[in-house]
């Protein structure tokens, strides 16, 4: 897989739509910090367990979601580039 | 305490039954104000997610809304006297616009992803909130309605005990179950909506036990009994009472034995295999279905536990099948069930059926069963576990919907009881169920309407229901004995047996072998004119 080439110009739709992945990637690594901070309560055992496994299901889902935001925010990259790339080929 | 949670397997309706778990090893400590803290904690996760999602909508929307032409504007290009000041304007060839097609979907993917997260999060915290306000509502509801009841107690001028609780006046069971919902229920069947029997029943639920306590009392005095006529008659000097009346004529119709015989399973019926409580009531719930089965049918499972262990068991009881022809499941067996002396219990037919099968199928004195029964079911389970100490091992007693109250459990088994408010039948015993490290009871009330065409929500089903919730919630006595039963039935389970057991008729006087009637002597002609007497001398 090739690394695209650094991108100069972007339309701002561009701008503004990779800072927002790139927020739902901080925010969905937050809340996996802050579930890891929930699991200390100290209930009956099996609703306890359930507790928990709910929780590391919501984490699982959680860190999907900040994977893919990450992986989107290298495709937005990719095709910014490429974007560019056409637009520059064609100016000349 | 005091718990909620969600519908189980087969759970009736949406509705998440409200569950009180009493006894076990020790009560659950649940520090609510912690619970929450970690709610809040949960909630504001779910609202950043949900915003995430949001946001990664939103880089969709955005990302959509940009073309070729947006990054022609911004390519800088060499100012040519004559000709246009921007760059040519060409559609992206195939590799940049599927580039932002997986972009795109990847925005997508994000937006998803951040939102099932947040939903399950949200359940989460939802799922904690409940529990949290049914801890919290149980301890106010207990105090307010003992102040409540203190106060009316005091203005009224009622005698209160050393506790501070009125002492019951001698009718007020009755009066409680007619200002409770007999009433109600007469005004509305006399205002043209008809006779609810379920609301009826489900509105006096409260009161069931104290009025079948209060009946007994009096129909109790018909039973000989033992230690005097001053003696306080209980549900077993009642049912005893009635026992003796024989109102079913099994004493006169069917002989003293009932028949248990071994029938095979039909073809295209696949029985659940009891590995826990719940699949275990599964299984005694199989039982009812008469259009697959001949009804009045018992079921015995034997759980392989390797070379070097005996083997265990768990037999499935189901309850009353009145209408069944023959039935070891009789009202004349559940009178005898509830009888105060432990003898006429073990005496009662469906008991000896059960022991019959569980000879038949080869329980050996010491290999671990599970005895798991529903409505009378519950109670022969609890009379076969008290009968049989030395002959079986019986280590543990599920029962669903039955009156156990009154059945003591011999030491070394336990017992696992779930009953549903307002479905009558595990109220007759007239009391609660003992509440101690080796006896757990589930009760939960749930939405009987939501179980199809039960009057009352007495099935398999509803039981189920209920202890689901109550072990969804978690409660730790509650959580020790359903382990306890699973890793009973742990293991490499056998195909179940099933076992038809039936009364047998008394052979009709036609039919009995008779002893041959002596010979009848010829009858000689009478002497001519009337017999004279005469007397001696």
Redesign the interface.
């Known amino acids: 897989m090739s690394i695209p080439p650094p991108c100069t110009?972007?339309?701002v739709?561009?701008v503004?739509?990779?800072r927002?992945?790139r927020?739902?990637v901080e925010?969905?690594e937050?809340?996996v910090r802050?579930?890891a901070?929930?699991v200390d309560?100290?209930?009956?055992?099996?609703?306890?367990a359930?507790?928990l496994a709910?929780?590391d299901?919501?984490r699982a889902?959680?860190a999907?979601?900040s994977g893919?935001?990450q992986?989107?925010v290298g495709?937005?990259d990719?095709?910014s580039c490429?974007?560019?790339a056409?637009?520059?080929e064609?100016?000349r | 305490m005091s718990?909620r949670g969600p519908g189980g397997p087969g759970a009736p309706g949406d509705a998440a039954p409200v569950v009180v778990v009493r006894g076990g090893t020790e009560p659950?400590?649940?520090?609510t104000a912690?619970?929450r803290e970690?709610v809040g904690?949960?909630r504001?996760?779910a609202d950043?997610?949900d915003?995430?999602?949001d946001?990664?909508g939103?880089?969709?929307v955005?990302?959509a809304?940009?073309d070729?032409a947006?990054?022609?504007?911004?390519?800088?290009?060499p100012r040519v006297e004559g000709l246009s000041e921007l760059?040519?304007?060409?559609p992206?060839?195939p590799?940049?616009a599927h580039?932002?097609q997986?972009?795109l979907d990847?925005?997508d993917?994000?937006a998803a992803?951040?939102r099932?997260?947040a939903h399950?999060?949200r359940?989460?915290g939802d799922r904690?909130d409940q529990?949290v306000r049914v801890y919290d509502d149980a301890e106010l509801a207990a105090q307010g309605a003992v102040r409540e009841i203190r106060s009316v107690a005091r203005a009224l001028g009622l005698p209160l005990t050393p506790s501070g609780v009125p002492r019951p006046l001698p009718l007020a069971p009755v009066l409680d179950v007619v200002a409770g919902g007999v009433l109600a229920t007469l005004v509305a069947a006399l205002r043209g909506e008809g006779l609810d029997v379920r609301r009826l029943v489900s509105s006096t639920a409260a009161d069931h036990a104290p009025l079948v306590s209060w009946l007994s009392r009096w129909m109790g005095l018909a039973s000989p009994g033992s230690g005097g006529p001053w003696r306080a008659r209980g549900v077993g000097d009642a049912a005893s009472a009635l026992s003796r009346l024989d109102l079913e004529g099994r004493a006169a119709r069917y002989l003293p034995d009932p028949v248990t015989r071994r029938i095979t399973t039909p073809d295209g019926v696949a029985l659940p295999v009891a590995a826990d409580a719940d699949s275990a009531l599964a299984l005694v719930d199989a039982l009812y279905d008469t259009e697959r089965l001949p009804g009045s049918v018992i079921a015995v499972q034997r759980v392989d536990k390797g070379p070097d262990a005996p083997p265990a068991w768990v037999v499935a009881i189901p309850g009353t099948q009145l209408g069944q022809d023959r039935t070891v499941f009789s009202m004349t067996s559940n009178l005898a069930l509830m009888d105060a002396d432990p003898e006429r219990r073990a005496g009662a037919d469906s008991v000896k059926a059960v022991l019959a099968a569980m000879q038949d199928a080869g329980v050996g004195p010491g290999e671990d069963v599970v005895l798991v029964g529903h409505s009378q079911g519950g109670m022969v389970a609890a009379t076969v576990a008290a009968s049989t100490v030395g002959t079986y091992a019986v280590r543990h007693v599920v029962t669903a919907g039955a009156p156990v109250a009154g059945h003591a459990l011999p030491p070394g088994v336990a017992g696992t009881h779930v009953e549903t408010q307002g479905e009558a039948i595990s109220d007759l015993d007239g009391a609660e169920n003992p509440a101690t490290p080796a006896r757990v009871t589930v009760t939960g009330t749930v939405d009987a309407s939501a179980g199809g065409t039960s009057l009352v929500p007495h099935g398999v089903a509803h039981h189920r229901a209920v202890l689901a919730a109550a072990?969804?919630?978690?409660?730790?006595g509650?959580?020790e004995h359903?382990a306890d039963v699973e890793t009973l039935l742990a293991g490499t389970p056998d195909d179940v047996r099933l076992y038809e057991a039936r009364l047998v008729p008394r052979p009709e006087p036609d039919d009995r072998c008779l002893a041959p009637a002596p010979a009848r002597l010829p009858t000689l002609p009478a002497p001519p004119g009337s017999p004279t007497w005469s007397a001696g001398p």
């Open positions: 110009a972007e339309p739709d561009v503004l739509a990779r927002g992945l927020g739902a925010t969905a937050t809340v802050d579930l901070r929930s309560l100290d209930w009956a055992g099996r609703a306890h359930s507790y709910a929780l299901a919501v889902s959680c999907a979601a893919r935001a992986e989107a495709l937005l990719t095709f490429a974007a560019e056409h637009a520059r064609a100016a | 718990a659950s400590a649940v520090d912690r619970m970690r904690v949960l504001a996760a950043a997610l915003a995430a999602a946001a990664g939103l880089a969709r955005r990302l809304a940009v070729a947006d990054y022609r504007a911004l390519a800088p290009v760059a040519p304007w060409t992206w060839p590799h940049v580039a932002r997986r972009a990847a925005a993917d994000v992803h951040a099932a997260a399950d999060l359940s989460v904690m529990a072990a969804d919630v978690g409660d730790r509650l959580d359903l």
